[in-house]
């Protein structure tokens, strides 16, 4: 199976915040990348699809970029509502769909 | 609205069994492949199962394999997830996910239900 690696674990930041999260694959999934934003009791939601597509929806801070192995979401101008749990998900080799273990944007 | 709203979920004994359920409305349900994820309190996400649009093919995490069993009946608009054999290993927040459906992009999961709650324990 494909391991996923999301660093940091979690970070703090400020509104208006530049923030960047990184997801590792353990092996070339060349643009197979999702991510996904879970706030406290809810589902998650899709961000990002094929490493750089912009879920319908999804406000235009958030961009997606990498391919191979190495994978970055960034958030251009933190947002309150921002702060949740973000996570990366491989689709490249399938079953299993495996994700990242998370990172938890917090307030600073 | 586009919406997946799972039931069934509960406190079942190690060894127990469970049958979720998960219902859609808003969107043509038999024209999409759906898939249960689940996480564990405080704990990441974990792919569970696929079904797809025509019931076959399904796939299964090791983890359950053996022991859960996906299925759906497109006349109810209706995903379910058989669970056998339970372990306390298997308490989770089960969700119903669909597959958005973008050709080159499988398995983006586009719509979520809100999720159900699984306990396993004596």
């Known amino acids: 199976d494909i391991q996923m690696t999301q660093s940091p674990s979690s970070l703090s930041a400020s509104v208006g915040d530049r923030v960047t999260i990184t997801c590792r694959a353990s092996q070339s999934i060349s643009i197979y990348l999702n991510w996904y934003q879970q706030k406290p009791g809810k589902a998650p939601k899709l961000l990002i699809y094929?490493?750089?597509n912009l879920q319908s929806g999804v406000p235009s801070r958030f961009s997606g970029s990498g391919s191979g192995t190495d994978f970055t979401l960034t958030i251009s101008g933190l947002r309150p509502e921002d702060f949740a749990t973000y996570f990366c998900?491989?689709?490249?080799?399938?079953?299993?769909?495996?994700f990242g273990g998370g990172t938890k944007v917090e307030i600073k | 609205d586009v919406q997946l709203v799972e039931s069934g979920g509960g406190l079942v004994q190690p060894g127990g069994s469970l049958r979720l359920s998960c219902v859609s409305s808003g969107f043509t349900f038999r024209s999409f492949t759906l898939n249960w994820v689940r996480q564990a309190p405080g704990k990441g996400l974990e792919w569970v199962s696929y079904i797809s649009r025509s019931g076959s093919p399904t796939y299964y995490a090791d983890s359950v394999k053996g022991r859960f069993t996906i299925s759906r009946d497109d006349a109810k608009n209706s995903l379910y997830l058989q669970m056998n054999s339970l372990r306390a290993e298997d308490t989770a927040v089960y969700y119903c996910?669909?597959?958005?459906?973008?050709?080159?992009?499988?398995?983006?999961?586009?719509?979520w239900g809100q999720g159900t709650m699984v306990t396993v324990s004596s």
């Open positions: 996910a669909r597959d958005a459906g973008y050709g080159g992009y499988p398995h983006s999961f586009d719509i």
């Open positions: 998900q491989q689709t490249y080799r399938t079953p299993p769909v495996t």
């Open positions: 094929g490493a750089s």
